[in-house]
């Protein structure tokens, strides 16, 4: 990888958050409605996650251009926890700061979105080792763990972050799905999603500890694919259940955020299903694979023009077009990474 790729990898990442900050400080001084205190917190709220993902493609591409160092191995991993901390508090206190629909709504998605930059987080942690790779699947089935790598304890606990946190998650939108009520069915649809976000990270976490471990098997390689499927088939059809169970305006804005967190896993799916590919194996289209978060970004953004243009007959429409934005902006991030990762273990 040269310079001017490496450098162009990691300004992906920031300028698509520089995109969600400017969108949601315009979203927000667009109005004080309910519409624009959601959609504002909600796209300021996805920078983190883009934040992270940069600490995600900073660590990969230091390592591949040989300029990795003890600091950045724990400025970078500390730079996303940090933001994804900050995110998950924020949420907490907009959530604690009074009993409106738009505070119940915004809080709870905030801990969400919270949630899932302290996986992506996770996977850059994960990614400390990532040059260790290609020198796993060196060795050999069986060849055990190369020098350096870390500690099976280790991998399991980085495992177990974005796993313990999309229960959490789940847990916390069951709580509110059994308090009832509009606002919190609503923050209990996105947070639901939120969470399967996580838990789909769970096996791109999974994939990066079990191939520098070299604990990654043939019987494996594709079922961490098949289980981040899953998830953005389970958000999709979620969504669309939303948004055709009644005629309630209110569903419109989760229904619609659901179908587009669907296609942030999808574009998970692009990295997990790039790593199982190229492992001990040439994969001749391993340089197509970063099409499909290009894919999902213009999905996201295509299918928030047509919400924009609904919101001017129904306003119902206004938060899910202005949150796909961001999401789009999100799956567009990680295209840069799956690019990267695809440069780093891949012999085609």
Known sequence: MN???SILFRAIPLAMGAVCLAFGLDVLSGGSDAGHFVAGHVCLALTAICVALFTTAATIIRQLVHRYGEVWEIVLPVLGYAVAAATTLWGALVAAGGSEPQRVVAGHVLIGIGFIAACVSTVATASTKFVLIQRSAALGAGGGAPDGAYTRAAGRALVAVPAVLATVGLVLSATLYAHGGTPHL?????LTGLSLVCASLVALVASIVRQVRNEFGDAERYRWSWWVAAMGTVNVALGIGVLLASDDPARLAPGTVLVGLGLVCFSILSKVLLLALVWRRVFALANRIPLIPV??????????AFLFEASTRQPGYFVGAHVLVGLGAVCFTLFSIVSILEAGTSTS
């Open 295 to 304: 894919g999902t970004a213009l999905a996201c953004l295509f299918f928030a």
């Open 186 to 190: 609503v923050a209990a649809h996105v």
């Open 3 to 5: 310079r001017s790729i």
